[in-house]
Structure formats: structure tokens, C-alpha cells
């Protein structure tokens, strides 16, 4: 274990969310891997998050507690890495889990000849919020698949893998620290699709990742419930438009989310009704409605 003593800094948000907390505390108790730091955000609850958090930390002396006002998921998160002091970070939500062996097979990866890898992923699936014995599940919210197995020789086309859809779960990677000294930290501007949003960044930066595979109980494991982020249908649309909007500008983005047709079309659209009569158009306009 002597080459492993590496500290894992664990960054766990917490909004409201003080009946899930913990048990994603014990998951983080019972991980092998002993030698971590588990800091505890409570933004802005207005339930028992810090009666919970305080319980913990005097279980404990590996957790820590950070209060501030409410923010949202990015900035709890910026916060957590604000004072996080280990050489790799774990990101973990308030109620979501991590399986005993996740951190130590990452560390052991590492240890065995990829400590040149900036983002090391494990496996992950998705459990129902249910009092009954648990399944887990490959799909997640609205059908979303699984991740994809990446390997640090995939260089090709990462970049257009990642403008198209976000191949893994927050919850999934052990990030290097150096790789929020490079590529920045989490968007505070978007209120969902913030991993999307910098796991894009860091594959723009050439950051390696590598996925672990499946050795046992190394999983991060995802709670499917009516009040997760991912059920908020009118954050994740508003939330998209930005991040759209963010990196529309750059070519690959573009071509895998359709807007250069879409830019086309907005600056077609103007030249081609300066050739049209009006009443052509007003009676598109009610054919359409009536349709």
C-alpha cells in the first residue's frame, strides 16, 4: 500500500438533499482506500444538511465542512476545490453512491504504469430510489447510455466524441488537481450540463483519459429520483442554450450539434423575405397554425 498514499480529495455538494447524504458519507467510510479527505459543501440548505455534516465530522476526522450561501451545483463544487488539499480529486453528489473498491482500483491504475493519465474513469450504473432491494441499471435518465470505454491513445476524434455527448458520469472519474490548474474550473453560468461543459474543456486541453474497466465493487453508482437535476426538464433546456451558445463558435461543436445549418438558415431567412410578399407569408403563417 506504500506506493498508494495518495490523497483523494472528495468533494460532496449538498442542497437540500440531507436524507441522501448519509448514506453517500458511509459509501465514502467504507471505501479500501483509506487515505482521502471527504469535504462536505452545504449550499445554502434549508433542511438538516448541517446537522447531518457535523455528525459526520465528529465521526470522522477525514471529513470536513464548508457552509456557504446558496450558489448552485458549480459553485458548491468550485468551493469544495477552493480548500481541497489532495493531489487527486473525486466528485461525488449528495445522493449518489460510491462502491467500496472505487477509489483504491483507480490508485492501484495509476500505480501500475498510468500516472501520466489526467482523468482515470471507472465504470458506473444507475440505481432506483426504491426501499426494496436495488437493481442497478444501464440506462440511465431518458434512456442516456452507458460510458464509453476510453483509452489514452484515443486522440482522434475525442474532441467530436465530446461535442456530441458527455461520455461519463461526474461521479465516474479521479481527476488529477492539475487538470483544474489547466483547464479552469466548473461553470457557475450553467445550472445542469456543467460536467458536460467542462469535460468538453478538457478534452480541448489534451487531457488523457483512461477508463479502469470493472474490477469488483469499483463502481460509481447513480440514484434515479423525480427530484434529481437530470427530471428538470426546463433547467436541462435552459441549460443547453448556454452551453450551445458557449461554444457554438468552435468548428467541431458546431458540425455535431447542427448549428451551422442553424446560423444558416437565421441569416438565409432575412434575404430570402425581402423577396417574398407579405401576404405569402401570413399565409404560410396560418396554414401552419391550422395544420
Request: charged share 25%; with cysteine; proline share 4%.
Amino acid at each position: 500500500m506504500e506506493k498508494l498514499r495518495s490523497l483523494v480529495s472528495i468533494i460532496i455538494p449538498c442542497y437540500n438533499q440531507a436524507r441522501f447524504l448519509p448514506e453517500a458519507l458511509e459509501s465514502i467510510l467504507q471505501q479500501t482506500y483509506p487515505d482521502w479527505e471527504c469535504i462536505i459543501v452545504n449550499d445554502g440548505s434549508s433542511d438538516d444538511t448541517e446537522q447531518v455534516a457535523q455528525e459526520w465530522v465528529s465521526k470522522d476526522t477525514r471529513f470536513r465542512y464548508v457552509k456557504k450561501p446558496n450558489g448552485g451545483l458549480s459553485s458548491a463544487r468550485n468551493a469544495g476545490l477552493q480548500v481541497a488539499t489532495g493531489e487527486y480529486i473525486q466528485l461525488l453528489d449528495a445522493d449518489d453512491l460510491l462502491e467500496a473498491n472505487k477509489l483504491r482500483s483507480q490508485m492501484i491504475y495509476l500505480r501500475d504504469g498510468s500516472d501520466k493519465v489526467d482523468i482515470l474513469v471507472s465504470g458506473y450504473r444507475y440505481f432506483k430510489d426504491v426501499a426494496e432491494k436495488r437493481g442497478l441499471y444501464i440506462f440511465g435518465p431518458a434512456n442516456t447510455l452507458p460510458e464509453v470505454a476510453l483509452q489514452s491513445s484515443d486522440r482522434n476524434d475525442l474532441v467530436k466524441l465530446f461535442a456530441r455527448t458527455n461520455p461519463m458520469v461526474v461521479s465516474a472519474p479521479l481527476y488529477h488537481r492539475g487538470v483544474f490548474e489547466k483547464v479552469g474550473r466548473f461553470d457557475e453560468d450553467l445550472s445542469a450540463l456543467e460536467d458536460w461543459d467542462f469535460h468538453f474543456r478538457c478534452a480541448l486541453s489534451g487531457a488523457l483519459f483512461q477508463h479502469i474497466g470493472y474490477p469488483p465493487n469499483s463502481r460509481a453508482l447513480i440514484r434515479l429520483h423525480e427530484h434529481s437535476m437530470s427530471a428538470d426538464r426546463g433547467r436541462m433546456i435552459s441549460s443547453l442554450r448556454k452551453f450551445r451558445q458557449k461554444h457554438r463558435s468552435h468548428t467541431v461543436f458546431a458540425a455535431e450539434n447542427d448549428l451551422i445549418v442553424e446560423d444558416f438558415r437565421k441569416s438565409i431567412y432575412p434575404i430570402v423575405k425581402m423577396f417574398i410578399p407579405p401576404v405569402f407569408i401570413w399565409l404560410a403563417k396560418r396554414i401552419l397554425k391550422t395544420a
